[in-house]
């Protein structure tokens, strides 16, 4: 199955915003919480709410948001690694926040997601949401639209 990119990295500012066409599918299936990459956090911080937050890191956006916006990018779009947040303490940390912040920059920037892994969150945050404002009837018709689309390209 067809994978896509999730992040797209900006050099200049170095920091991440999510890739426009992963964007567009998440918000069609209904993977967008407060971002559109709050799901994945969750993985990355073993599997639990605190991965949510793996991009809430408000003062490190601030100090970028004048080169942003010369750049054509809102800073509330700017997602920034923090290495502090890829550790907790237990027992390590084993690496310095530099090689932290390089390594995680190398998996975002190469962070592809296959279109069944998407489809199987959107169909799992769904079913939560039956009953409530925010359900999608038609998620089913929506996913074979992005499957007919895929295989198009």
Known sequence: MK???VFKYI????CFVVNPS???IAD???LTEWNEVVWIGRFFALDNDYGEHWFDNWELRDK???KAGEAGITYEELLVIDPDRFKDNRDGPVHSDEERKLFWT??????????DLLFH?????NRKKEGKEEYIEDLETRIAEIIRESELT
């Not at 050099?11 to 170095?14: F, T």
């Not at 190398?106 to 279109?115: K, Q, T, Y």
């Open 121 to 125: 969150q959107a169909r799992k945050q």
């Open 22 to 24: 992963y964007k567009s």
């Open 11 to 14: 050099d200049h500012l170095d």
């Open 3 to 5: 994978t896509i990119r």
């Open 106 to 115: 190398d998996v975002l920037r190469s962070l592809e997601l296959s279109l």
């Open 28 to 30: 069609y299936l209904g």
């Open 64 to 66: 970028l948001e004048v």
